[in-house]
């Protein structure tokens, strides 16, 4: 593989909607991300080693904030609203979900409905096979995150089940 391969894959990735793309020919590995997931801020910054003295206590005033509305927003709250509002049912596959087991059927399940474990909640369908995706919980189906014929990543948020 020479570099003029390389950068055309680049480039296609790049123009795609994939995050992440990994290749293996003969003795080349190339592995790309995107890197599009939100990493969760904190009220502090990471030291760099030059900033950094090991034999010393960290005081607040070497903590540097990045933004002074951070410094208002308690970390845990969002993590407890998550938590409050019930289970989460994730993409096991990368695939297009279906909603319904054809297109003149109705959807498997709308918001409001009842499940119970083992209820079929949506198909994904991935290199020509059809996947059922099963509720791993009893209870309410309160929030759908994904639509019909939606390209889905893997572990991406489908359902939410309170």
Known sequence: MDFDQVKEILELVDKSELTEFDLQMDNVTLRMSKNTIAHPLSNQTVLTDQETRFNEPVRKENIQHTSPAFEEMPIS???AEIVAEGAMIHSPIVGIVYMAP?????AFKKVGDKVTIGE???IIEAMKLMNEIKSEV???I??????DEQ???F????????
Do not use: M
Not at 102 to 106: A, E, G, H
Not at 142 to 147: H, K, R, S, Y
């Open 77 to 79: 709250e969002p993590l």
């Open 102 to 106: 054809s297109p003149d059927q109705p």
């Open 120 to 122: 079929t909640l949506c």
């Open 138 to 140: 009893d209870g309410t």
């Open 142 to 147: 309160t929030e759908i995150l994904i639509e």
């Open 151 to 153: 390209v889905v990543e």
């Open 155 to 162: 572990n991406q948020p489908l359902f939410r089940i309170a």
